[in-house]
C-alpha cells in the first residue's frame, strides 16, 4: 500500500491517456529494461501509472508549444521554492496547484472558467487523479538525470507521431517507475528523493477566492504557458522606481566578512550613466533576506535578448552585495575542465612525463583523441571522445601520483603539475558573485550535469585534483541567456530548475533606449537619438520578420550608431557603419534593411 495518496490504490486503475490506452500495451512489467535505477526491491515490477503519465504528456504540451513558438493550454512557472502550475483537465476545467517543495504541501483548486471561484479539489477514489499534481511536480521530477533523460526520449517519439509505441512505452515505465521510488522512497534517497504530504483523508488545502485575489499566489517567474488564474507578479505593470546607486552599492551584504584588497579590487563600480533596473533590486533583496533561512536564495537566471542588460545587471548586482565579479563563458564544446579547471603539466614544453608515460597535453587531446588515449592506455580506440580521454589523463595522474607519494617529495611533483582554478571555482571557493554566460548552448550532456551538480547548494564540487571545494554560503551564480521562451526546453530545464528566481527582461522601451544611451555616449541631440533608437527598434523587428538571424540589431549597435553620429555627424552614413552592417554579413540582407528601413527615413 503506497505511503501517499497520490499513489492511492484507485489511481492505478485509471485509464492510461492515448496512446498507452493501446490493447498490445499491458500496465504491468516484469521486464528489466522498464525499471528505474530506483527500483530497489527484489523482485522488481513496474506500472504504469496514469495520473503520471497525464502530468508528463501535458507538461510536453507546453514544451512543444514553447519550442515551436505556438500556443497549448495549461502553465507552469514558480514562486520562491513553490512550484505553481495551471493544468488543463481532461473534462476541460482548469485545476491549479501549488506544491511548496520545502514542505512537500499542496493547494490546490478547480475552475470551470478563469474567473469563476475556485471549487474543491479532492483527491479521492472516483474524484479527480491527481494529474494536476504531477504536473506541478514535473520540474521537481526533471532535476532527475534518469527522468530527465527519458522524459526527452519520450518527447521526441511524442514528436515523431508515437510510431515507436514500444519503445515509447518503455520509457513511460521508467518515468512512471522512476517517480513511484522516488516519492515512495524519498526518505531514503537524499538529493534524488521527493517529500511530498498528502492528508490521509485526501482533502487538501485548497485556494479561497480571498487568497487569490491578495495576490498570495503570483508565479514571479513563468516556465512556459500563459497563466489565466493565478497573474504572474513581476512582469508588466510593476511601478517604476528610481533607484540611487548609493541605495544599492553595498545595502546588500550577505555576511560581514570584510574582503582582502585583491577581493575588492574585483566588486564593479557602477559607472554614472548606470540606470538601477528594479530586477536588480529585488534579486539583491531575496539573496539578503533568505540569508537567514535554511535555504538561502543564492542561483538566478537572467533571460532576454542580447544587450537588454543583463551582464550589467550581474555587476550591478555584485556592487550590490559587495562581492567581487567573476564571469564564464560558455560555448557548444565547453567540456568540463573548463568549469572545474584542469591540471596543466607545469613545464614549457607540452608535454609532460609521469612515471613512464609520456602525457598528452590538452591540444593534444582536443585534436586527436584516440592518440592521446593510446599514449595513455596503450590502447587505440577509433569512437574515443575528448572526456574520456580527459577522464583518463586524471586517472593516470592521479594513480601515478599515489604510487610517487611514497617515495617523492611532494614537492617534485607540483613542480610537474600546477592546478588552475577557474573563475567558477574561484567563486565557489571564496564566495564571489558568478556571472554563467549562456550554458544553454553546451552541447555536451555530460558538462551540464557537472553544471548542475555544482548549482545544488548542498553539493561540494570534487576537482580534478580530488580536492573537495564546498560552496562558500556568499557564492551566488547567475546564468544569464538570450533564448527566452525557448529557455522551457531541453537541456535547459535541469538549469532552470535549479534557480531560485527566474527573471524575465524584457527589451527596453524606445524611451529607456534613449536615456541609457545618452547616458553612456554623452549625445545632447535628444531627437536624433529617439530616431535611431525607433529605427534600431524597426529593423530587429524587420530581421525577426524576414528571418535575418546572423547579425543582431540592439542596445549595442544603438550605442555605436549615436557614438558613430556624434564624429561624423551624418545618420545615415553612420547607420552603414554600424547597425547596417551588424544586421547580416549577407550583401542581400543588408541591401533588403537599407531599402525597406533607412531609406525611407532618411530619403533626401
Ligand atoms: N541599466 C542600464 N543603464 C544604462 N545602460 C545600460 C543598462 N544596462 C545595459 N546598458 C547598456 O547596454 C549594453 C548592453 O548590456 P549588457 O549587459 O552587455 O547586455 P546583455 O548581457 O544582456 O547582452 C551595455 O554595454 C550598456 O552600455
Ligand atoms: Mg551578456
Known sequence: MAKTKLFDK?????????????????????????????????????????????????????????????????????????????????????????????????????????????????????KESGSAMFFALMPKALEDAEFFENYN????????????????????????????????????????????????????????????????????????????ILKPGMKSGMPITITAHADLVGKYPLSERSLSTTDQTMVPALDEWYVIPSEVVRICQHAKMTTAGTQPMRNFLLRGPAGTGKTEAVKAIAAGMNLPYTYITCSANSEIYELLGQILPDLDGNSAIIGDVELPSFDDIRMDPPTAYEKLSGEYRDDVTEEVVYAKLLEVIKAQSEQESGADTPKQQSQKFKYVDTPLVQALRYGYCVEIQEPSIIANPGVLVGLNALLDRCNAVVLPTGEKVSRHPDCVIIVTTNNDYAGCKDINQSVISRM?????????????????????????????????????????????????????????????????????????????????????????????????????????
Not at 44 to 71: F, N, V, W
Not at 196 to 224: D, E, H, M, R
Not at 554 to 578: K, N, P
Request: hydrophobic share 35%; proline share 4%; aromatic share 8%.
Open 500 to 604: 531560485n528566481l527566474v527573471i524575465d527582461i524584457e527589451q527596453p522601451d524606445i524611451e529607456t533606449m534613449v536615456e541609457r544611451v545618452c547616458g553612456i555616449t554623452g549625445c545632447k541631440d535628444l531627437a536624433a537619438v529617439k530616431r535611431m533608437a525607433e529605427l534600431v527598434d524597426e529593423i530587429s523587428q524587420r530581421c525577426r520578420e524576414t528571418m535575418i538571424t546572423d547579425g543582431s540589431c540592439g542596445m549595442r549597435e544603438l550605442i555605436a550608431w549615436v557614438q558613430s553620429f556624434m564624429v561624423c555627424e551624418d545618420e545615415l552614413e553612420a547607420a552603414r557603419y554600424t547597425v547596417l552592417s551588424s544586421v547580416s554579413a549577407d550583401p542581400e540582407n543588408r541591401a533588403e534593411i537599407y531599402n525597406t528601413c533607412l531609406a525611407p527615413k532618411y530619403a533626401a
Open 153 to 228: 526520449q519520450l518527447l521526441e517519439y511524442k514528436r515523431a507521431g508515437f510510431t515507436d509505441l514500444e519503445a515509447a512505452t518503455t520509457c513511460a515505465f521508467i518515468l512512471c517507475d522512476n517517480l513511484y521510488r522516488r516519492i515512495e522512497n524519498a526518505d531514503s534517497l537524499g538529493l534524488s528523493g521527493i517529500n511530498i504530504k498528502t492528508p490521509a483523508t485526501g482533502n487538501l488545502q485548497n485556494f479561497t477566492a480571498l487568497n487569490l485575489n491578495k495576490g498570495t499566489y503570483n508565479p514571479t517567474s513563468v516556465l512556459c504557458g500563459d497563466f489565466e
Open 10 to 126: 484507485y489511481t492505478f486503475d485509471r485509464h492510461l491517456p492515448e496512446p498507452f490506452n493501446d490493447p498490445s500495451i499491458s500496465k504491468h512489467s516484469t521486464d528489466e529494461s522498464h525499471m528505474s535505477v530506483y527500483n530497489a526491491v527484489s523482485t522488481k515490477r513496474s506500472t504504469l501509472h496514469s495520473p503520471t503519465l497525464c502530468g508528463i504528456l501535458a507538461y510536453m504540451e507546453l514544451d512543444i508549444a514553447a519550442s515551436d513558438g505556438t500556443d497549448a493550454k495549461g502553465a507552469i512557472g514558480s514562486q520562491g521554492a513553490m512550484v505553481v502550475a495551471e493544468y488543463p483537465s481532461r473534462k476541460g476545467e482548469t485545476h491549479v496547484v501549488a506544491f511548496n517543495s520545502n514542505t512537500g504541501k499542496f493547494t490546490a483548486g478547480r475552475f470551470k472558467s478563469p474567473t469563476d471561484s475556485p471549487e474543491t479539489y479532492t483527491m479521492k477514489g472516483d
